[in-house]
């Protein structure tokens, strides 16, 4: 029989992302009944998380002092800034090896529907950046739905005045070992879009 304490911590890991009914259940009876020696480790972990990290006050991204490990390193290309909707897209950016620039995290995109404006977003120290100079090229990495789509033409239109700053999209379309017969119509429309010359 479930106690309203277990019940409660149920609820509360039920509302992260990824976790379902049964996922939660799982893990609250794991941290209770079968490895309740983990759960002081658990919370002291949360609570000094909680306290220690915050956003990087240039770019967004997850640090522990004002600037995030990224932007304090002198070895990366400062000029070069891709634009990413949340903090896991910069994370899966940085994994591929592939990018060796800067990242703005904006912590979601443009969603009148959701109530999310510009002023919700993390605009503000992008358009600092972008108006110091400091930025030559942006990429957009944003979502290919029509919230991302209506984010980047609304970070075009509204670069600071006098700077000439190159504007790219990540390419979309099929995925590595992907077939065609397989894909859905947008990924199909995104990579004949975003097809380029055979070498």
């Given at each position: 029989?479930?106690?309203?304490?277990?019940?409660?911590?149920?609820?509360?890991?039920?509302?992260?992302?990824?976790?379902?009914?049964?996922?939660?259940?799982?893990?609250?009876?794991?941290?209770?009944?079968?490895?309740?020696?983990?759960?002081?480790?658990?919370?002291?972990?949360?609570?000094?998380?909680?306290?220690?990290?915050?956003?990087?006050?240039?770019?967004?991204?997850?640090?522990?002092?004002?600037?995030?490990?990224?932007?304090?390193?002198?070895?990366?290309?400062?000029?070069?800034?891709?634009?990413?909707?949340?903090?896991?897209?910069?994370?899966?950016l940085e994994r591929?090896?592939?990018?060796?620039?800067?990242?703005?995290?904006?912590?979601?995109?443009?969603?009148?529907?959701?109530?999310?404006?510009?002023?919700?977003?993390?605009?503000?120290?992008?358009?600092?950046?972008?108006?110091?100079?400091?930025?030559?090229?942006?990429?957009?990495?944003?979502?290919?739905?029509?919230?991302?789509?209506?984010?980047?033409?609304?970070?075009?239109e509204h670069l600071?005045?006098?700077?000439?700053?190159?504007?790219?999209?990540?390419?979309?379309?099929?995925?590595?070992?992907?077939?065609?017969?397989?894909?859905?119509?947008?990924?199909?429309?995104?990579?004949?879009?975003?097809r380029r010359t055979?070498?």
């Amino acid at each position: 029989m479930k106690t309203s304490a277990f019940e409660k911590l149920q609820q509360h890991l039920k509302q992260l992302p990824g976790l379902g009914y049964r996922s939660a259940e799982r893990i609250a009876l794991h941290l209770l009944v079968e490895k309740p020696e983990r759960l002081p480790a658990l919370v002291t972990a949360l609570e000094e998380a909680a306290a220690a990290v915050r956003r990087c006050v240039r770019c967004g991204n997850l640090a522990e002092a004002d600037l995030c490990a990224i932007c304090a390193d002198e070895k990366r290309e400062r000029s070069v800034v891709c634009v990413v909707e949340h903090v896991p897209d910069l994370v899966a950016l940085e994994r591929s090896g592939a990018f060796r620039g800067t990242y703005h995290v904006l912590h979601g995109k443009l969603s009148p529907i959701h109530g999310v404006g510009p002023d919700d977003l993390n605009l503000e120290s992008l358009r600092t950046r972008i108006g110091s100079g400091e930025v030559a090229e942006l990429i957009l990495a944003l979502p290919n739905d029509v919230e991302g789509e209506a984010t980047c033409h609304y970070l075009t239109e509204h670069l600071p005045e006098g700077r000439e700053v190159r504007i790219m999209r990540i390419g979309f379309g099929l995925p590595s070992g992907g077939g065609v017969l397989y894909a859905d119509s947008v990924t199909l429309k995104s990579a004949l879009e975003g097809r380029r010359t055979y070498s």
